[in-house]
């Protein structure tokens, strides 16, 4: 009976390590970077998001958004930028390797500014608070998304590229309602073995 009891106890436990990580499969992401484009003299920076990328377990670091400088002006006569940009931000429930069916967005936003003409690139970047935003989905699995890194865009005449990145950690995974009463039963029967036991001696 003792070890019927233990072995019980050790399933039980096997089933909340299990449940910990039963929603740990990762998560897909979108994101939006407006204004897509700004304009300054004879100079521009487009930005844009991600459509549909798969990302793995959390934590982790994704590209949340992709700049890119272009301009006709000579060095030494660059145009000014001052860009409030916006990005939003969608993370979707990953299950095995399809998505989930429910997508929560936020958004974020900061301000680029700075110079920019064909051989050289003075563009710096300043999140705007909140820089960490909660995703809290219907299972109980919780994301947390912080704004990360700015790679500086670069000299037009050099492909003129930056990103802005973020990383997204785990908060929170509650076990499935499967697991939950499964645990109950396992606990009820143990309780039924003691009870048992009990009586006999």
Same mark, same amino acid.
């Given at each position: ?32 970077? =407006?204004?897509?484009?700004?304009? /300054? ?5 487009? $930005? ?19 700049? !890119?400088?272009? /301009?006709?002006? =000579? ?16 993370? =979707? ?55 990360? /890194? ?9 492909? $003129?590229?930056?990103?802005? /990145?973020?990383?997204? =950690? ?25 009870? !048992? !036991?009990? !009586?006999?001696?």
């Amino acid at each position: 009976m003792k070890h019927s009891i233990k072995l019980i106890a050790a399933i039980g436990c096997g089933l909340l390590a299990f449940a910990g990580t039963a929603h740990a499969e990762g998560f897909y992401f979108t994101s939006a970077f =407006t204004p897509t484009l700004s304009t /300054s003299g004879q100079s521009s920076i487009t $930005g844009s998001g991600q459509t549909s990328q798969a990302a793995g377990t959390a934590p982790t670091s994704i590209t949340i958004a992709n700049l !890119r400088g272009q /301009s006709t002006n =000579t060095s030494g006569t660059p145009d000014n930028f001052n860009i409030n940009y916006t990005l939003t931000v969608a993370l =979707t429930e990953r299950t095995g390797s399809v998505a989930g069916p429910q997508t929560l967005s936020q958004n974020f936003s900061g301000v680029l500014t700075g110079t920019l003409d064909q051989s050289s690139a003075n563009i710096s970047n300043s999140f705007n608070n909140p820089l960490s935003q909660l995703y809290s989905f219907s299972s109980g699995q919780t994301f947390l998304v912080t704004l990360d /890194s700015y790679s500086p865009i670069g000299p037009p005449n050099a492909g $003129g590229l930056g990103a802005i /990145s973020a990383v997204v =950690t785990e908060v929170s995974s509650t076990p499935e309602p499967g697991s939950i009463a499964l645990l109950a039963g396992l606990g009820l029967s143990a309780s039924w073995m003691t009870y !048992r !036991r009990r !009586r006999r001696a």
